[in-house]
């Protein structure tokens, strides 16, 4: 058996969530506690729930603490059972055992893939001249070159994982990852130090894009090689969750997607277009999977900053994406959920609502780069959204200690990192938009304040 099925029955609505675990009998080395695996589903997702709900949680969502043996030494089955609004009942049914296909990604197929493509647009003339005409290859190979010619979204810089060493691009070929050496043949589910951050941490992609870096410095195609083989093995093993949220999964976690293609994937697509080494067949199946994502989360999500996160990766989709027949779509609803969390989530002082500077940090990057990625598509955001904006940069740098860390109140995460790389980054953004002087681009509403530049210039120095 490979699913365990949950049948839950919620009388009357309320906003929640399942938290499932499975505790095993074994113990790893140094744990305080016995082994486990969790996972996550919330209700009312992706629909309001009518009636009896039957739950799927592959064991592939339930994410490994410790080193647990499979399913063969489950001491007892946990169901925690939460409500945002502090009252509701839920009745629990069948639970059940199950055995559930697991095909190799990715999911959609080519023909499917051409049935999303906007074919109207000019710039796919060839691609609907071919389908008009039956010839699905050479539809999917006109739809290749045009891939490999499009600009997609403006440069990114190389985002670090704060909590590993990072790997150089030659160790990462050597699958040194995350100071873990991996062997030839990678489970992306894999563990080896029994730290379910750490499988997060991988599967987020964020180390990849030393590899594409390092591409796009020397050339060197060995790094165009080893990032087509690492991509082509990652949607291989990992196809898009169907009916259900991908619990902890940490391919599917509706965190982890958002953060693959908020930060990581479009690295890794702009050395994919330009490197004649990464196949055509793995860049087709990658534009699948980015349109897996961003379908993904406009089915699931979480809350607060998960929802940021969530909301720009769709929003991300969109634009480097125009040519899928939903983008429009997809954008519209994505500037709309990040304008309505900018008024929910951001106090007038620019504080993001968790009071954490780890999750405000992260949170204005988001932000931010969702309104430079709309502007690159000619959309615009509206002005209490880009001066409340500023404020969060505004707070971060008066918060910001001389050696760039912050104070690390509540869930604060990885503040304590000499320098200020989302500080920096911002700046850069400002000077290079606003020349952080152009007071009537500023007055407009079009981009941060040109006078939010002094304190981030000083911060990022």
Same mark, same amino acid.
């Given at each position: 058996?490979?699913?365990?099925?949950?049948?839950?029955?919620?009388?009357?609505?309320?906003?929640?969530?399942?938290?499932?675990?499975? +505790?095993?009998?074994?113990? #790893?080395?140094?744990?305080?506690?016995?082994?486990?695996?969790?996972?996550?589903?919330?209700?009312?997702?992706?629909?309001?729930?009518?009636?009896?709900?039957?739950?799927?949680?592959?064991?592939?969502?339930?994410?490994?603490?410790?080193?647990?043996?499979? %399913?063969?030494?489950?001491? &007892?089955?946990?169901? *925690?059972?939460?409500?945002?609004?502090?009252?509701?009942?839920?009745?629990? @049914?069948?639970?059940?055992?199950?055995?559930?296909?697991?095909?190799?990604?990715?999911?959609?197929?080519?023909?499917?893939?051409?049935?999303?493509?906007?074919?109207?647009?000019?710039?796919?003339?060839?691609?609907? *001249?071919?389908?008009?005409?039956?010839?699905?290859?050479?539809?999917?190979?006109?739809?290749?070159?045009?891939?490999?010619?499009?600009?997609?979204?403006?440069?990114?810089?190389?985002?670090?994982?704060?909590?590993?060493?990072? &790997?150089?691009?030659?160790?990462?070929?050597?699958?040194?990852?995350?100071?873990?050496?991996?062997?030839?043949?990678?489970?992306?589910?894999?563990?080896?130090?029994? $730290?379910?951050?750490?499988?997060?941490?991988?599967?987020?992609?964020?180390?990849?894009?030393?590899?594409?870096?390092?591409?796009?410095?020397?050339?060197?195609?060995?790094?165009?090689?080893?990032?087509?083989?690492?991509?082509?093995? %990652?949607?291989?093993?990992?196809?898009?969750?169907?009916?259900?949220?991908?619990?902890?999964?940490? #391919?599917?976690?509706?965190?982890?997607?958002?953060?693959?293609?908020?930060? &990581? %994937?479009?690295?890794?697509?702009?050395?994919?277009?330009?490197?004649?080494?990464?196949?055509?067949?793995?860049?087709? *199946?990658?534009?699948?999977? %980015?349109? @897996?994502? #961003?379908?993904?989360?406009?089915? $699931?999500?979480?809350?607060?900053?998960?929802?940021?996160?969530?909301?720009? !990766?769709?929003?991300?989709?969109?634009?480097?994406?125009?040519?899928?027949?939903?983008?429009?779509?997809?954008?519209?609803? !994505?500037?709309?959920?990040?304008?309505?969390?900018?008024?929910?989530?951001?106090?007038?002082?620019?504080?993001?609502?968790?009071?954490?500077?780890?999750?405000?940090?992260?949170?204005?990057?988001?932000?931010?780069?969702?309104?430079?990625?709309?502007?690159?598509?000619?959309?615009?955001?509206?002005?209490?959204?880009?001066?409340?904006? !500023?404020?969060?940069?505004?707070?971060?740098?008066?918060?910001?200690?001389?050696?760039?860390?912050?104070?690390?109140?509540? *869930?604060?995460?990885?503040?304590?990192?000499?320098?200020?790389?989302?500080?920096?980054?911002?700046?850069?953004? +400002?000077?290079?938009?606003?020349?952080?002087?152009?007071?009537?681009?500023?007055?407009?509403?079009?981009?941060?304040? #040109?006078?939010?530049?002094?304190?981030?210039?000083?911060?990022?120095?």
């Amino acid at each position: 058996m490979n699913c365990l099925v949950v049948n839950l029955l919620l009388p009357s609505p309320c906003e929640g969530s399942l938290v499932t675990v499975l +505790r095993c009998a074994s113990r #790893a080395p140094g744990m305080a506690e016995n082994d486990r695996y969790s996972s996550v589903l919330h209700f009312n997702q992706p629909k309001k729930w009518r009636g009896w709900q039957e739950l799927l949680i592959p064991a592939v969502n339930l994410v490994p603490t410790g080193f647990p043996d499979g %399913w063969k030494r489950v001491s &007892s089955l946990e169901f *925690d059972v939460h409500s945002r609004e502090g009252k509701g009942s839920v009745v629990f @049914g069948d639970i059940q055992l199950r055995q559930v296909e697991a095909p190799d990604g990715p999911r959609m197929t080519d023909e499917e893939l051409l049935g999303e493509l906007d074919l109207d647009r000019a710039d796919l003339a060839g691609v609907k *001249d071919a389908v008009e005409k039956g010839r699905q290859e050479e539809a999917i190979e006109a739809y290749t070159q045009y891939l490999r010619r499009e600009s997609r979204l403006p440069a990114s810089p190389t985002k670090p994982y704060p909590h590993y060493t990072a &790997s150089s691009a030659d160790e990462i070929c050597d699958h040194i990852i995350l100071q873990q050496h991996l062997p030839k043949e990678i489970d992306w589910h894999c563990n080896p130090i029994g $730290y379910l951050e750490w499988n997060h941490a991988f599967n987020r992609h964020t180390w990849m894009g030393t590899l594409a870096e390092a591409w796009e410095r020397t050339g060197d195609p060995k790094y165009a090689r080893e990032l087509d083989s690492l991509i082509r093995s %990652w949607i291989r093993q990992n196809p898009e969750p169907v009916g259900h949220n991908g619990g902890l999964d940490p #391919a599917w976690e509706t965190l982890s997607t958002a953060c693959r293609i908020n930060w &990581s %994937w479009p690295q890794v697509l702009r050395a994919a277009q330009k490197s004649a080494d990464f196949s055509d067949r793995t860049l087709v *199946d990658m534009a699948k999977m %980015w349109h @897996g994502h #961003a379908r993904h989360l406009m089915n $699931y999500h979480g809350h607060n900053n998960w929802f940021v996160a969530e909301s720009a !990766a769709i929003l991300t989709v969109a634009c480097a994406f125009p040519e899928f027949r939903r983008s429009s779509l997809w954008l519209k609803t !994505a500037m709309r959920r990040l304008e309505g969390e900018m008024r929910r989530q951001v106090f007038p002082d620019g504080v993001q609502c968790e009071l954490s500077p780890g999750y405000h940090a992260m949170c204005a990057d988001l932000f931010s780069l969702a309104q430079h990625r709309a502007a690159f598509r000619g959309h615009v955001f509206s002005r209490t959204f880009t001066e409340r904006l !500023a404020k969060m940069f505004d707070y971060l740098a008066f918060i910001c200690r001389p050696d760039g860390t912050y104070p690390v109140p509540n *869930d604060s995460g990885c503040c304590l990192v000499k320098g200020n790389e989302v500080l920096a980054r911002e700046g850069r953004r +400002r000077e290079e938009l606003t020349g952080c002087g152009r007071e009537p681009l500023a007055r407009k509403g079009r981009l941060p304040r #040109a006078g939010a530049c002094t304190s981030l210039t000083r911060a990022m120095r």
